[in-house]
């Protein structure tokens, strides 16, 4: 989503005609984030805000992968979270029950308002045997004051006190995209991931086995490819250069 459609919270020239091209050739698509604070309902009322047009179900988070990923390890369990609804409501909706008394996991999301008082109960509830998960690693989040402390950097910190790690779901662990290829019912032969970042979504797409296109309007550059030991697919300045993919197949 960010970087690829939306950038500074401005549509991407040519991301509202992608979209509709999407909408029209009648493929199967889901816009991505690791972003666990909102709901799908939410992210596609933003969107609608600016112009794109993309319903609830066509939206796939960290937070709803990350209550899959719990439900098929331990269906109706419990778990003591640290997030907001995006990431609460995909529980709920899961079967688990959301307690701070002896839960299955602690699961690390993104907020706003991280609190000094949760991230201590996370501790000792980890310290106490329950399993850490956290919904993204990235360390940092953007604000127009400038960057937050993010996911990663708070977990980082619980992973200091306890000693343990957690088990990220979000991007770049490929499980975020085998969720999502599940969800729509596809298959990696053939999907296309668009991202903007290449240690991110190009490798997360790269190891799930999709067609990979880094697209310039987001975190990478053009200059930066080279650094990396693999390579996207292919690669374009914005969506807009690849709408006419949408018909033709990529």
């Known amino acids: ?14 991301a509202d005609e992608f979209v509709r091209r999407l909408h029209r050739s009648g493929r ?13 309902r ?3 009322v933003r969107l ?4 794109l047009e993309i319903p609830p179900e066509s939206i ?27 990431l609460t409501t995909a529980l709920h909706e899961a079967g688990y029950v959301l307690t701070d008394i002896d839960p299955d996991y602690v699961v690390l999301g993104e907020t706003r308002t991280y609190s000094f008082t ?10 106490g045997g329950a399993r850490f998960i956290a919904t993204n690693p990235d360390p940092v989040g953007p604000s127009s004051e400038g960057s937050l402390p993010a996911c990663g950097a708070v977990a980082a910190m619980i992973t200091k006190a306890t000693g343990v790690q957690p088990y990220f779901i979000g991007k770049p662990n490929p499980m975020m995209m085998r969720s999502a290829l599940r969800a729509i019912e596809g298959h990696s032969e053939t999907t296309a991931m668009i991202g903007d ?11 799930a086995g999709l067609h990979t296109i880094l697209v310039l309007s987001g975190v990478t550059s053009k200059d930066e490819i080279e ?24």
């Open 48 to 51: 609608r805000a600016v112009g």
């Open 60 to 86: 796939w988070t960290s937070a709803l992968a990350t209550a899959r990923f719990l439900d098929g390890q331990r269906p109706g369990g419990s778990a003591y979270v640290i997030g907001e609804a995006g």
């Open 42 to 44: 939410d992210l596609s």
């Open 197 to 207: 970042r290449m240690d991110t979504d190009i490798v997360s797409g790269m190891e």
């Open 1 to 14: 989503m960010d970087g690829v459609l939306v950038h500074e919270g401005h549509p991407v020239p040519g």
């Open 28 to 40: 199967r698509f889901l816009v991505l984030t690791n972003n666990s604070i909102y709901t799908p």
């Open 227 to 250: 650094r990396y030991p693999f390579r996207p697919s292919q690669v374009a300045d914005s969506v807009a250069d690849l709408i006419d993919l949408v018909d033709t197949g990529v």
């Open 118 to 127: 949760q991230i201590t109960r996370a501790i000792r509830l980890i310290e």
